[in-house]
């Protein structure tokens, strides 16, 4: 079965210093992998995805995500916060043939001036 | 314009009642979905429906009924409300549900209140 672990359920972080939220995944074959963000009482927003092409994944908002199989990581890096990017973030992995979508307990990201 | 939308937004209601959540997406799409988010923010997949057809049906107790009546309308309708049933339902909906690569569209969510 197809897993993901976030490593952290908080981060915090000053505005213009660079974000790192952690993620690593199980998968029996090649995943895909997304991350979506939630702000307070929003739905989700897709910020990037994996399909195995690039490893390195840009998406929304300066966001991006390197796929680093040896490790099994997909961590989510952005060089420089913005109050802004205050949110709950979700790594997913996708299953097979149906598109289910596993996610991880999510990271917190808090942002301060 | 909103691309997928649920009514209502809040629903608060006393445990043993039923009540129906509705979901539209106006993207074309042939799947939805609808996914359950519980006080500790976990998202686990409910059901999914691909041009109308019960595709996935996870572990969800059967006073859980979904109903489409067309692919763009995914209602949930809930039976005998219980005290854990109080969460955040989000629907979803995708291009197609075969592969792995299709974004899911979601959404803002419907805050269910069982008292």
């Known amino acids: 079965a197809q897993s993901v672990t976030q490593l952290d359920s908080h981060v915090s972080v000053s505005e213009g210093t660079p974000v790192l939220l952690r993620c690593n995944y199980s998968?029996?074959?090649?995943?895909?992998l997304f991350w979506y963000v939630q702000h307070p009482n929003k739905g989700l927003q897709l910020l990037l995805k994996y399909t195995s092409a690039a490893t390195l994944v840009k998406g929304i908002n300066g966001f991006e995500a390197e796929f680093k199989k040896s490790e099994t990581s997909f961590h989510l890096t952005k060089p420089s916060a913005h109050m802004s990017d205050a949110a709950e973030y979700f790594c997913v992995v996708s299953s097979r043939g149906f598109q289910k979508l596993v996610f991880g307990t999510g990271t917190r990201l808090l942002v301060s001036p | 314009d909103t691309a997928v939308s649920q009514t209502p937004k809040y629903l608060v209601t006393q445990m043993g009642n039923d009540k129906s959540i509705k979901c539209e997406q106006n993207l074309g799409h042939d799947t939805m979905y609808w996914y359950k988010q519980d006080s500790k923010k976990f998202l686990k997949i409910m059901f999914s429906?691909?041009?109308?057809?019960?595709?996935i049906n996870e572990t969800v107790p059967n006073r859980f009924s979904p109903k489409s009546p067309d692919k763009a309308h995914l209602n949930l309708h809930i039976n005998s409300l219980e005290l854990g049933d109080s969460a955040v339902y989000f629907c979803?909906?995708?291009?197609?549900?075969?592969?792995?690569?299709?974004?899911?569209?979601f959404g803002p969510g419907t805050r269910l209140t069982v008292l």
């Open positions: 429906y691909n041009n109308k057809e019960l595709i």
């Open positions: 998968s029996s074959y090649s995943p895909s």
């Open positions: 979803a909906s995708s291009q197609d549900p075969a592969g792995s690569r299709n974004e899911q569209f």
